[in-house]
């Protein structure tokens, strides 16, 4: 049976969640990212613990009942897992997939945090229903433990203090720091967000960090590459339609990212399909150009607000934009460094030594301007000797310097492909972790690209685009006529040859690298979203871990 009591609403402040005072006793960081960032992940613990309550409500009958309850006088919402009536006693209940925790005399009693979440409930009880409770009761699945929790005048006073101590962190604008239990990180579906690991790594150098963000995501990234395609939902799937085609429809569980080329479409049902269910949706022209994704962010608004606050500092953004242009110069200079091992390459050589003086230069840069003087003489040695890199190819694959739009050779079209593969992954690691993408620290604000993405994707520009392009040239894998086609001087990637190149990165994406900082290996679509986390942890008080993933 289900119930809902409401005390009368007399205050402008909103009432706590019960779930959300749980979390401030497990952690009080784990409470802020939820309660005031808005952060939430689903992991399979939270799907358990889910199917653990519907499992409850099919097996018992109408003695048990759960209540949704408010107290304004109390600041306390929720709803009881369930309640029972004993002797004229009503006794709520709070169900636990775990162990109880043991004392040290080796009996059973609830861990702290479930202790505050049952008699919250109870104190909840008393207030919305003007009734007394004795006790509240814990069941612990995992060892079939049920455990009783009194209620005293010590338990009531312990909740509202706990609740006072909660609404002072959900004022506050700063994140509580990761917390000194290392064991409860192990058990927290926010590890991905809060990254504890790499926040001690941060503040202790010595610290041996055990990895707990994600290993990978395995969902594909669908790529609609045919003109005239129309993407579209039935029931929980994807549908794509192509011309003259059979309809293929893909799981969404099973999609990451919807790419759509050239004029392919997208149903508004499709749209809102893809936001319920986290799928990135983005935009690339028939040219190979990224036009923009669709922005489905939601929650606190307070994260942006740092960035900005952080971004708007111009000693911020000259310091993540050295430590930026260090860690593509960087990995410019050991991928050349790659092609001399047991050559005589004169020109290389002369490059390589020419870059690492060049290098010396960042931390000296007093500005942003003259960091991009000295980014501009970076890639100028770079690109003037790629072609070096570049072994027995058809002159038609042979590369004299960069240019961008048009691109004027194939290499150039290749590079610029995959610049554009590279931006859109970045955009979409950007739009998950829920930072402005308009709001850089090194770039200018330009047609599409959002600045912040831009400053991002120099970070993966030589491991992602550069060594995949170099590597499947070398191995003969492109067809001078059928994988490009050529308009007067410019020169573009044919339909095969986007099929080809996407193939080749989505491919490179899967592969692992291990994180010369972190000391942990995880794909490098991992790497994209770990990296802007990384990113905003260097306005969040634990900075030190952004842009060192440097080419070996």
């Known amino acids: ?221 669908v790529h609609v590459l045919e003109p005239g395609t129309r993407v579209g939902r039935t029931g929980e799937q994807i549908k794509i339609v192509r011309r003259n085609e059979k309809p293929e429809v893909i799981p969404a569980r099973q999609v990451g990212q919807v790419v759509l080329h050239s004029f392919s479409q997208i149903s508004t049902q499709a749209l809102h399909f893809c936001s319920d269910q986290e799928i990135g949706v983005h935009l690339v022209s028939g040219g190979g150009r990224y036009l923009g994704s669709f922005d489905t962010r939601q929650g606190s608004i307070q994260r942006r607000i740092r960035q900005y606050e952080a971004l708007v500092q111009p000693e911020v953004c000259l310091e993540l934009a050295r430590q930026l242009v260090l860690c593509r110069g960087r990995s410019q200079r050991k991928f050349l460094m790659r092609a001399v091992r047991g050559r005589d390459v004169p020109e290389l050589a002369k490059a390589i030594a020419q870059m690492k003086a060049v290098l010396k230069q960042v931390g000296k840069a007093g500005s942003i301007a003259s960091l991009l003087g000295i980014e501009g003489n970076l890639a100028r040695l770079y690109f003037d000797v790629l072609d070096r890199l570049l072994k027995d190819v058809p002159d038609e694959l042979r590369f004299s310097h960069r240019n961008r739009r048009p691109p004027k050779d194939r290499v150039n079209a290749m590079l610029s492909f995959g610049y554009a593969m590279l931006l859109k992954d970045v955009m979409n690691a950007v739009l998950a972790v829920g930072l402005e993408p308009a709001l850089g620290f090194y770039h200018q604000p330009r047609t599409q690209a959002p600045p912040l993405a831009l400053d991002l994707m120099e970070i993966f520009r030589v491991p992602l685009v550069d060594m995949i392009v170099v590597s499947s040239i070398n191995r003969g894998m492109w067809d001078v006529s059928t994988d490009f086609v050529i308009r007067g001087q410019q020169v573009w990637l044919s339909n095969l040859g986007r099929r080809k190149f996407v193939k080749l990165y989505e491919e490179r994406k899967a592969e692992s690298w291990k994180h010369p900082t972190l000391d942990y290996s995880l794909t490098y679509r991992r790497l994209l979203e770990l990296e802007v986390r990384l990113l905003e942890k260097e306005w969040m008080g634990e900075a030190g871990l952004f842009g060192r993933l440097v080419v070996r």
């Open 1 to 221: 049976m289900n119930a809902t009591a409401t005390l009368p609403q007399t205050t402008l402040s909103p009432t706590l969640k019960v779930s959300a005072l749980h979390a401030f006793a497990y952690c009080p960081r784990l409470f802020y990212l939820e309660e005031v960032e808005a952060l939430y992940t689903q992991d399979a613990a939270v799907f358990a613990g889910r199917t653990l309550h519907e499992d409850i409500d099919e097996q018992e009958t109408g003695e048990w009942e759960d209540l949704f309850l408010e107290s304004v006088e109390l600041g306390l919402r929720g709803r009881v897992d369930a309640l029972r009536k004993r002797d004229g006693q009503i006794i709520p209940y709070e169900h636990k997939r775990g162990r109880a925790h043991r004392d040290e005399h080796k009996q059973p009693q609830a861990w702290e945090s479930d202790r505050l979440q049952i008699l919250a409930y109870a104190c909840l009880l008393e207030s919305a229903l003007g009734v007394t409770i004795v006790e509240g009761r814990v069941r612990y699945h995992s060892d079939n433990v049920l455990v009783h929790v009194p209620l005293d005048d010590k338990g009531r006073a312990w909740v509202r203090e706990k609740i006072a101590a909660a609404r002072k962190i959900q004022s506050s604008t700063c994140r509580p720091p990761v917390t000194e239990n290392e064991r409860l990180c192990t058990r927290c579906s926010l590890v991905p967000v809060c990254l504890p690991e790499e926040a001690r790594l941060a503040n202790d150098r010595s610290w041996q960090p055990v990895r707990l963000f994600p290993e990978d995501d395995t969902r594909q990234v």
